[in-house]
């Protein structure tokens, strides 16, 4: 038999077969090392005849993983940031964004509380994303943007991911239909909100749409990658290669570089070429 792993608790894993959730644990072999099983697996599983729960035998090639939070086979992940209140914070936004990509998962741009800022501030955010990625902004008093981000996510598994206080659970409730996700208070001293979700456990939005609400999703860590690689997770940036003088070009100090003229001309947001240099430069680091 085969399913999904939508929740795992205590060494218990809940596998979902289309028809109904079962509640059941895995081999030992399946719970040491890189073999322990990760919300999100397809899993092949057997029924104990004494009790109707069910013995996980094995998982299914995954697509993807990630360690924090525990998660598989995602096809995009929604990067929840505010236009304010809590201000974006660029640079963690676009290594965030860096690493998903690397770990080959499709990126949104999700800008909330839009009814915080001007117009102008507004546009500028979405000017800054809207060249690598899908963005959508997102009203959570009213709803509004909530079925043009359904339509991008539809069919596939998806999970939000950005900092506390940006209305995270706000938006997953409008997308699930749920109105008991926790959402957690802000702080006054820090405007940002905390951590209410304690589990990974996935939501079906429909039969084809997964939604994987996860605790702590802030931040990924950023691969140990060479100088030449960064590039490739600017998607903005990498449109440009093949088309600086030189082929091997990191868009820093080289003339005739068709990304710093990108930006010069604003086709390339000066806040995203920023973060491009700030990551490049930790990667020297790493290789020292």
Not at 57 to 67: A, C, D, I, Q, Y
Request: hydrophobic residues 35%.
């Amino acid at each position: 038999m085969l399913g999904r792993v939508v929740k795992g608790i205590g060494g218990f894993y809940y596998v979902d077969d289309g028809q109904s959730v079962i509640i059941g644990n895995a081999r030992k072999n399946l719970k040491r090392g890189k073999n322990i099983i990760y919300v999100g697996d397809i899993v092949e599983f057997e029924l104990r005849n004494e009790d109707g729960d069910c013995i996980i035998n094995k998982v299914r090639e995954r697509k993807n993983f990630l360690s924090r939070p525990p998660v598989s086979n995602l096809d995009k992940l929604v990067v929840v940031f505010a236009a304010a209140s809590p201000n974006p914070n660029t640079f963690i936004i676009d290594k965030f964004t860096a690493a998903i990509l690397y770990n080959k998962i499709d990126v949104i741009i999700c800008i909330t509380k839009p009814d915080l800022v001007s117009n102008d501030e507004l546009n500028k955010l979405v000017s800054t994303y809207d060249r690598a990625f899908r963005v959508v902004t997102v009203n959570g008093k009213t709803g509004e943007g909530i079925q043009e981000l359904y339509k991008i996510i539809k069919g596939n598994n998806v999970a939000l991911a950005g900092p506390s206080g940006v209305g995270k659970s706000t938006v997953m409730n409008y997308l699930t239909g749920r109105n008991d996700i926790e959402t957690g208070a802000i702080s006054d001293k820090t405007s940002r909100g905390r951590h209410t979700t304690r589990h990974v456990e996935i939501f079906n939005m429909d039969a084809e749409t997964h939604f994987y609400d996860t605790p702590g999703f802030t931040s990924l860590d950023m691969p140990r990658i060479d100088k030449y690689s960064v590039r490739e997770y600017f998607p903005e940036i990498r449109e440009y290669k093949g088309y600086c003088k030189y082929l091997d070009c990191i868009h820093v100090q080289e003339p005739e570089c068709a990304v710093k003229e990108a930006v010069t001309e604003g086709k390339i947001a000066k806040s995203r070429y920023e973060s491009y240099l700030a990551i490049l430069e930790e990667v020297k680091r790493w290789q020292k």
